[in-house]
């Protein structure tokens, strides 16, 4: 059976998505439907030379973001003991 989701890759017999759409619904389920879209299309909606710089840029805000997340957590546990 093909995979529901892209109609390209074989699903096997007891699913109904291939492993790289399984990957991106457990993306859509950690970071939310409409931000893997947002991203999606602000990194794939370019020429393929810009593609790469997207990327890394994309991935260094996430990074910045996760960051600033931690510094977050670590100063409010600081706080609290
Ligand atoms: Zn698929």
Known sequence: MYCYCCNQNYAGLFSSLCDPCHKIRHLQSVYGVDRVLEVLQNVLVRDHSKQTL????????????????IACIVTRSAKNS
């Open 54 to 69: 997207k990327i890394d840029a994309e991935l260094k805000k996430e990074k910045v973001e996760i960051e600033k997340k």
